[in-house]
């Protein structure tokens, strides 16, 4: 019965049927897989092909995938930079042949000739074949077949992908079709790592200008709060200034408030404020969206005040120096009477006898016009700034400079002068005219000082001497007064520019600024003790000379 069920199922090909169905459906099934291979592929390049992704990365995870459904042993990438094609990745690392950064010559390339068709290439290697360049690395390597994609992002290309197999194999349409549409993702991918990177670099290059920027620069919204800010703005508030209100930050009246002037002008303010006793210069300017719509204001913040104490400097350098030519001028006027004076009075001596009346009165005037030209020779002396060479120079002879010039007028405010000048003292290396101007400031503020003191004795004392400091050695004047003193909220501020404790119309605040700098340029400093009623010493250190 058995036997008779076979033949009837041979002759009528029910099993013939079932074996082709079941093969049918098997290979149905395997295209299936492979086709889902596929899907996923391109899935997982548009998924997880990310900014923090090496191109690397990209092609491990690429290749393991292909090689599941095609016999893919080799994958490169190549992309366009500057009209050239460079090597830019190899999977695995030990299928290189070139390094990378290999730029491919134009002739006899297949990598090439892909770029300039528009076309993939699918080619099989031959042995010893030297046809193209390409083909002897892959004869090195073992590859047999190759497929080249141009990669194309908005209709140019961009670079070739390389895909190899060390078996000749032979793709279908459908397989070529897939590839191509592998790398259409893969260009696009590319190209927007690429713009994604040109915006994050734009964007960083334009915050670390924006932070290193030395001026304060502010983001302002239209309500006066603060959106961004830069380094320098931190710097000088010392404060978290995100949402501050402008104005109050700045103390400035809301009603006056530069936004209100812009919202109104569309057009920038310039303005000049005072901030923490500083000066500061605030330009404001409006921010325009796309339709001319403004909806906030940048501020930027300059902190003018040495700057402008440098102009003031300036200016009154300019009234010193004016000051010194007028000196000069009338010290050789006077010079010629003197002169005059000086010779007759010693003539007329010469007829009296020193017992005479007539001689005594003589000797006056002849030593009062001796003095005079002491004190014209001082002064012409002193008024020599523009020589500002160093040379080998005393610090006491600037002393007796200064003495002789302005000693008997200190005397003459009932002010008693004590010299204490070392005579051994050492030599320094500096300008003698700019040494006698700090002498000079430090014995005209010690005068002023003692002038508003109504004491019984009003002293300065002027001392000279040599020390070592740390090894160092050092010649010191000091300038020492039974004055006022200085109150000790102010000792870290009278070298400042400008900065003045006497009455409206008395200084200028420059003396001491100036002097200290003088000091700096001979390499020294000066250095303050003071006391409130007591009296202030002020300590000019100089180095000797090597």
Not at 528 to 543: A, H, N, Q, W
Request: proline share 2%; net charge negative.
């Amino acid at each position: 019965m058995n036997d008779r069920q076979q033949l009837i199922s041979l002759l009528t090909g029910v099993q013939s049927s079932k074996k082709s169905y079941y093969t049918e459906l098997k290979k149905m099934v395997i295209e299936l897989k492979k086709k889902n291979m596929q899907l996923e592929i391109i899935n997982d390049i548009t998924k997880s092909f990310n900014i923090d992704m090496s191109m690397d990365e990209m092609l491990k995870n690429s290749m393991d995938k292909l090689k599941a459904i095609f016999p893919v042993e080799r994958i490169s990438l190549s992309l366009c930079e500057n009209h050239k094609l460079v090597l830019t990745n190899v999977y695995p690392a030990h299928s290189l042949y070139f390094p990378i950064g290999f730029v491919f010559p134009k002739e006899r390339s297949l990598y090439w000739q892909v770029i300039q068709s528009l076309e993939k290439i699918f080619y099989q290697i031959e042995e010893d074949e030297d046809l193209y360049v390409e083909a002897a690395v892959y004869n090195v390597l073992g590859v047999r077949s190759v497929l080249l994609i141009p990669l194309i992002s908005k209709g140019k290309v961009i670079g070739v992908l390389s895909i190899g197999s060390k078996e000749k194999v032979v793709y279908d349409e459908d397989d070529l079709s897939f590839f191509q549409q592998f790398c259409d993702q893969l260009a696009v991918c590319i190209e927007n790592v690429r713009l994604y990177n040109e915006v994050l670099t734009s964007k960083k290059e334009w915050e670390e200008t924006f932070r290193a920027v030395s001026e304060m620069i502010f983001l302002v919204d239209l309500e006066g709060n603060i959106l961004r800010y830069n380094d320098a703005a931190n710097e000088f508030f010392q404060v978290d200034l995100y949402k501050k209100d402008i104005c109050k930050l700045l103390s400035i009246n809301p009603k006056e408030s530069p936004i209100v002037e812009i919202l109104e002008t569309k057009k920038s303010v310039h303005r000049r404020i005072h901030i923490q006793q500083r000066v500061c210069e605030l330009r404001s300017y409006p921010v325009l969206n796309e339709k001319q719509n403004m909806y906030a204001v940048i501020m930027y913040l300059n902190d003018i005040t040495e700057k402008l104490q440098i102009e003031a400097q300036l200016v009154q350098s300019g009234k010193l120096a004016a000051i010194g030519e007028m000196a000069a001028g009338i010290a050789h006027e006077l010079n010629n009477p003197l002169t005059a004076i000086l010779g007759n009075a010693q003539l007329l001596l010469r007829s009296f006898s020193k017992d005479d009346r007539i001689y005594k009165l003589l000797f006056d005037i002849y030593s009062c016009g001796k003095r005079c030209k002491t004190i014209i020779q001082n002064l012409l002396t002193f008024s020599r700034q523009d020589e500002y060479r160093f040379e080998d120079c005393s610090i006491n002879d600037a002393v007796e400079q200064v003495l002789g010039l302005i000693g008997d007028q200190i005397c003459k405010q009932n002010i008693s002068i004590q010299k204490r000048l070392d005579a051994s003292i050492e030599l320094i290396e500096g300008n003698l005219q700019q040494i006698s101007q700090v002498i000079l400031n430090l014995l005209i503020n010690a005068k002023d000082a003692l002038e508003e003191m109504d004491i019984p004795e009003k002293i300065i004392v002027i001392e000279t001497k040599s020390i070592v400091e740390a090894g160092e050695h050092w010649v010191v004047l000091s300038v020492r007064d039974n004055g006022k003193g200085i109150e000790e909220q102010h000792l870290q501020e009278i070298f400042n520019p400008f900065f003045t404790t006497k009455r409206p119309g008395k200084g200028t605040g420059l003396g001491l600024s100036v002097s200290l700098g003088i000091a700096e340029a001979h390499g020294g400093t000066i250095e303050v003790v003071s006391e409130l009623g007591k009296g202030s010493e002020f300590i000019l250190k100089l180095p000797k000379k090597k």
